[in-house]
C-alpha cells in the first residue's frame, strides 16, 4: 500500500513560485531561493504590471460566479505556500465538488487562473505552477480542483489546463526537487542553453564562468576591486 508522505509544518513551506523556476532552470530557482538575487529586465517588469492588474481587488460577483483575487494558498502535503493571482468559483450543483464558502450560499467549483506575461511556451512550468495551486486548494478546501487556466498577456487568451495525473506528479516531482535543492544549500552549476536569452538573471548568472554560486562571483569582484584601489594608493 502506498504511503502518503508526512505532511510538512506551515513553518516549512516553501515559495510556491518555486516549482515554477525549478522546472524551467534549477541554477534560477537556486539564485533566487537561496542566494536571494534578482534583476528585473523589461519581461519581468511587464510580467509585474500584469499581475497587478490581476490583483486589483478581492472579490466580484458576476451572476454565478465569484471571483478571489490575491488569495493566499499553502499546502503542508507539498511543502509549499503563496499567492494566487485569481482563483474563479463557479456555481454547481454537485455535492462532490462543491466548496462551500464563507457568507455565500450554495456550492461553488475552485478555478485557478494564472496570469504569465508572453505566450505560452514549449516546457511546462507554468503549468506546474498552476498545478500546485490547484493542488493547495483541493487541501484548502477538501474538493477536487479538475482544472485551471493561464492568461498570457501577448496572446490576450487563457489556455485551459486539465490538471490530470500526470502534471499533478510532475508538480509533486518539481516540489520535491525544489526542496532538496534548498536543503543543499548549493547552487547548480550553469550550462548555457537558448532559454537563458530570456532570464533576468543571466548577467548574474554568468553561465560561461567556472562559478557555482553567484554571490561568490559577485564578492569575487568586490574583492578585486578593493584590492586593485589598495594596491594604486
Not at 69 to 74: E, I, K, S, V, W
Not at 159 to 179: C, N
Request: aromatic fraction near 6%; charge should be positive; charged fraction near 30%.
Amino acid at each position: 500500500m502506498k504511503t502518503e508522505p508526512a505532511p510538512f509544518s506551515e513553518d516549512d513551506l516553501l515559495p510556491l513560485s518555486g516549482v515554477q523556476h525549478v522546472v524551467f532552470c534549477e541554477r534560477q530557482a537556486a539564485l533566487i531561493h537561496l542566494e536571494g538575487l534578482w534583476e528585473d529586465n523589461p519581461l519581468t517588469v511587464e510580467g509585474s504590471h500584469l499581475h497587478e492588474g490581476a490583483d486589483a481587488g478581492l472579490r466580484e460577483v458576476r451572476g454565478s460566479l465569484r471571483i478571489a483575487r490575491g488569495l493566499p494558498l499553502r499546502s503542508r502535503r507539498l511543502g509549499l505556500s503563496g499567492i494566487a493571482d485569481v482563483v474563479e468559483f463557479r456555481r454547481t450543483e454537485d455535492p462532490a465538488c462543491g466548496a462551500r464558502l464563507r457568507d455565500t450560499p450554495g456550492l461553488w467549483l475552485p478555478f485557478p487562473v494564472e496570469y504569465k506575461r508572453g505566450k505560452p511556451k514549449p516546457y511546462r512550468a507554468d503549468e506546474v505552477q498552476l498545478c500546485a495551486q490547484g493542488m493547495c486548494l483541493e487541501e484548502m478546501l477538501g474538493v477536487p480542483v479538475p482544472r485551471g487556466a493561464l492568461f498570457y498577456g501577448k496572446t490576450r487568451r487563457r489556455k485551459e489546463v486539465e490538471l490530470d495525473s500526470g502534471l499533478r506528479r510532475s508538480t509533486e516531482e518539481a516540489a520535491l526537487r525544489f526542496r532538496q535543492i534548498i536543503a543543499s544549500g548549493k547552487t547548480p552549476l550553469a550550462h548555457r542553453e537558448p532559454k537563458c536569452r530570456r532570464c533576468s538573471l543571466l548577467n548574474v548568472c554568468k553561465p560561461e564562468a567556472p562559478w557555482r554560486s553567484a554571490a561568490r562571483y559577485l564578492s569575487s569582484i568586490v574583492r578585486d576591486a578593493r584590492a586593485g584601489g589598495g594596491e594604486g594608493t
